[in-house]
């Protein structure tokens, strides 16, 4: 047996030389929030004709799935903590997003819609390639990393980051902090 066998749902179809590589990460990462969207991609391309488009022959591609954005804090050696008037003020590093950035295949819509006068112009190959890229700008926009600071279907990342330090920083012995504190989370962009 071998440690990574080929199984029948493969179908041959594709050549593959790939093997997996482990990538060590810098660990340290405290997943805070994840943000799910159903995703629409599209792109249109024309036939040009000494430098004019042709309005009546169009290539237009696209793919519509389901994205998850998920945003971490990394757990620097040291977070800035104060404890004052039964409050416990955190500063964490900043929330970044981890890339790249998943979608499901699984939910994978897909169309192209072309001209049937001339051969194809590469336009759904060209709209695939360009998803990743697509994906990490909306993963970097700040009004979305903004959002999930505060906002999320049973809490946002600010909560993740409340529990975690009511977990581990109040409860360890050591610490002088009353259990039933109030945590108060800031990141250090906000």
């Known amino acids: 047996m071998h440690l990574f066998e080929k199984t029948g749902e493969d179908s041959g179809d594709v050549a593959s030389n790939d ?43 696209s793919y519509t799935t389901d994205t998850y954005i998920t945003y971490r804090v990394r757990l620097a050696k040291r977070w800035e903590a104060e ?8 500063t964490t590093p900043p929330v970044e997003p981890a890339l790249p950035v998943a979608f ?19 336009t ?41 330090v009511q977990k581990w920083m109040v409860s360890q012995r050591g610490y002088d902090i009353p259990q039933n504190a109030v945590i108060d989370v800031a990141f250090a962009d906000d």
């Open 19 to 61: 093997f997996p590589v482990v990538l060590r990460t810098n660990g340290g990462l405290l997943e805070v929030a994840t943000l799910k969207h159903r995703r629409s991609f599209n792109l249109t391309n024309a036939i040009t004709l000494l430098g004019y488009p042709v309005p009546f022959c169009k290539e237009t591609a």
């Open 124 to 164: 759904q190959a060209e709209l695939l390639r360009s998803i990743s890229g697509r994906l990490k700008k909306d993963a970097l926009d700040p009004q979305r990393i903004a959002y999930v600071k505060d906002h999320g279907k049973g809490g946002s990342a600010r909560d993740t980051v409340r529990e975690f």
């Open 83 to 90: 404890y004052r008037n039964r409050h416990l003020y955190v």
């Open 104 to 122: 499901d295949t699984s939910r994978l819509k897909a169309s192209l819609n072309s001209c049937r006068f001339v051969p194809s112009l590469n």
